[in-house]
C-alpha cells in the first residue's frame, strides 16, 4: 500500500454466526482472521460467547495474545445459553444498547458469514455511516462466495438508484482476511453533502430514550 495514508487501526469487531456453518471454510476463515488480527497488534469487540463463529474468532485473537471484549445482553448469559466469553466481558440491558457500545469502542467493522443478527449488525453499521454517524470502514469477508448475492443486491438497488454510488463505497469486500484488513486501513470516508450537515448526539446518551422506544 505504498503511497497510500494508512488509518490507524487498534480495534476491530467483528460480527458473525452463532453457528459454525455447513462448510467448514467458514469455520477456517474465522480462526484465521483471528490470527491475522493477532499479528497485526489489533483487539477484537464481538458479541460474546463462544458459539459457531464468534468463538472461533474470539478464541484465535486471544491466543494471539490480544485483548478480546464481548458485549453481551444480560438477557443471553442466563442459563449459559452462550458459553463464557473469551476475554472481559461487558453486560448490557438491549440490543440496541450492545450495537452501540459496538460502534463507540471498534475503530472498524467485519463480517463473516452469520444469518439475520449478523445482516442487522452489518446493515446497521452502514446506515449509520450513511448517514454520517460514524466514519469508520466497514467490510465483509467474502468467503467461497457466502456474499456474492448481498452484493449482487446491493448494487443491483444502486442500478435501481435506491443507493447512491457514493453511499455504495461504504461497504467493502475482500476474498481474503488480509485484503481486506488493508481495505479497512486504506478506506477515506466520503459523506453525503446534504447528510453530513446532519448533528447527532453521541448514541450512549440516547439510551434511556432508546430503551424506551423498543419497549412500547
Not at 468463538?55 to 448469559?77: D, K, M, N, Y
Not at 469508520?136 to 444502486?158: C, E, R
Not at 461497504?171 to 479497512?184: G, N
Amino acid at each position: 500500500m505504498e503511497g497510500v495514508l494508512v488509518r490507524k487501526i487498534k480495534k476491530i469487531c467483528v460480527f458473525c454466526g452463532a453457528n459454525s456453518g455447513k462448510d467448514v471454510a467458514f469455520v477456517n476463515a474465522a480462526f484465521h482472521l483471528g490470527k491475522v488480527l493477532g499479528k497485526r497488534k489489533i483487539d477484537l469487540v464481538y458479541g460474546g460467547g463462544k458459539l459457531g463463529l464468534m468463538g472461533c474468532v474470539s478464541t484465535a485473537v486471544a491466543q494471539h495474545e490480544r485483548q478480546v471484549l464481548g458485549i453481551i445482553p444480560s438477557a443471553f448469559t442466563i442459563n449459559n445459553l452462550v458459553g463464557e466469553t473469551c476475554g472481559k466481558e461487558i453486560k448490557v440491558a438491549t440490543m440496541q444498547e450492545r450495537l452501540v457500545m459496538m460502534m463507540e469502542l471498534s475503530d472498524a467493522f467485519i463480517a463473516l458469514p452469520g444469518g439475520f443478527g449478523t445482516l442487522e449488525e452489518l446493515f446497521q453499521m452502514i446506515s449509520w455511516a450513511q448517514l454520517n454517524i460514524h466514519n469508520k470502514p466497514i467490510g465483509v469477508l467474502n468467503i467461497n462466495g457466502f456474499f456474492n448475492g448481498l452484493l449482487s443486491f446491493v448494487d443491483h438497488a444502486v442500478k435501481q438508484e435506491f443507493i447512491t454510488p457514493r453511499a455504495r463505497k461504504i461497504l467493502i469486500s475482500a476474498t481474503t482476511a488480509d485484503e481486506l484488513v488493508d481495505k479497512l486501513q486504506a478506506f477515506r470516508f466520503e459523506s453525503d453533502p446534504a447528510l453530513s450537515k446532519l448533528k447527532w448526539s453521541p448514541l450512549s446518551s440516547q439510551k434511556e430514550k432508546l430503551d424506551l422506544t423498543l419497549r412500547l
